[in-house]
């Protein structure tokens, strides 16, 4: 099995490093020059988007390692990791944003509505927007839950950043300084829920998930006119890993057919299936007829 090339993915993630760095010093300036407690949440945010870019590198070129002795399946669960470390620390950077807010609630802060500071927030946001759509739709291409993460959490600091701005010059108009804080509390739950949400996508993926049923209902069709000579395929059995995708199952043939002819058809389901499922491992157990369930596949 031929690992996968890691060049577009490695890319992605130096890129990503890039522009969380370029993004944090934009935002950091912002909520230096405003003093406000919203946007100084939202540099911490941030500050998390560097780690996870950092994370997402590290496991996106272990994921790309060849199987070997120790891991006879590969790395690809490298990525899954790697999403529930940044789910993690989103979620510490919750706690210390709620903490601010709690604080700046009881005893409010003075800022000002800088209009540099809040232009060059806006740049930054907008830098965000355009690399999360660059991760999502490179990062479905590539199969890669470690881009899908990112791209999914800086989606959400778009969004919150430009809540943020409205509310910051709705405090600055009304003169309610406690808005300030009541935002930055948001932008807290805001990240709280990405964390958790990429926490649960990782569990799901380290717990040896199925495909979904438009794909495994499409690896059966594949199955079932690619048999000729076979008499039945059960026990189907698959499950994604990060980028690959394992399929097995227990191919029923005559009891009389030589191995050559079973191997024949073997190699042609296998040919069928990499035709249209990329990166996949195939595994099929050859039987004689007498193991027919007369269940699972019909070999059309």
């Known amino acids: 099995m031929l690992p996968r090339t890691p060049t577009i993915a490695t890319r992605l993630a130096y890129g990503s490093l890039a522009v969380g760095l370029a993004v944090l010093a934009f935002k950091g300036y912002a909520a230096w020059a405003t003093g406000s407690l919203a946007l100084f949440s939202d540099a911490l945010e941030s500050v998390v988007n560097v780690v996870t870019a950092a994370v997402a590198f590290v496991a996106i070129r272990l ?15 490298a990525e899954y990791f ?92 009304t003169g309610w300084a406690q808005l300030d804080a009541i935002l930055a509390a948001l932008v807290g739950v805001t990240i709280l829920w990405s ?19 438009k794909k495994l209902a499409q690896i059966r069709e594949l199955i079932s006119s ?12 698959t499950r994604q890993a990060g980028r690959m995708m394992f399929i097995e199952f227990h191919l029923v043939v005559p009891g009389a057919m ?18 249209t499922v990329a990166d996949a491992q195939i595994t099929i157990h050859v039987e004689p007829e007498n193991k027919a369930k007369h269940a699972g596949i019909v070999v059309v």
Not at 82 to 101: K, P, R
């Open 258 to 275: 030589s191995v050559a002819d079973a191997h024949t058809i073997c190699d042609r389901i296998e040919g069928k299936l990499r035709e």
């Open 82 to 173: 790697s999403a529930v470390v940044i789910g993690i620390f989103i979620a510490v950077a919750a706690l210390v944003i709620f903490t601010e807010a709690y604080q700046g609630f009881v005893a409010p802060r003075l800022f000002k509505p800088d209009p540099l500071g809040l232009g060059v927030s806006m740049v930054a946001t907008l830098i965000n927007a355009g690399w999360a759509y660059t991760l999502l739709r490179l990062g479905r291409k590539e199969r890669s839950p470690a881009l899908l993460a990112d791209g999914k959490h800086l989606t959400t600091d778009v969004f919150s950043t430009v809540g943020v701005l409205i509310g910051v010059l709705l405090a600055a108009v």
């Open 63 to 77: 994921a790309a390692k060849p199987a070997d002795a120790s891991l006879p399946y590969g790395y690809y669960k």
């Open 226 to 237: 690619n048999a000729d000579g076979a008499i039945e395929a059960h026990d189907i059995r």
């Open 195 to 213: 964390g958790w949400e990429l926490i649960k996508q990782s569990v799901i993926g380290l717990m040896d998930v199925a495909v979904d049923p």
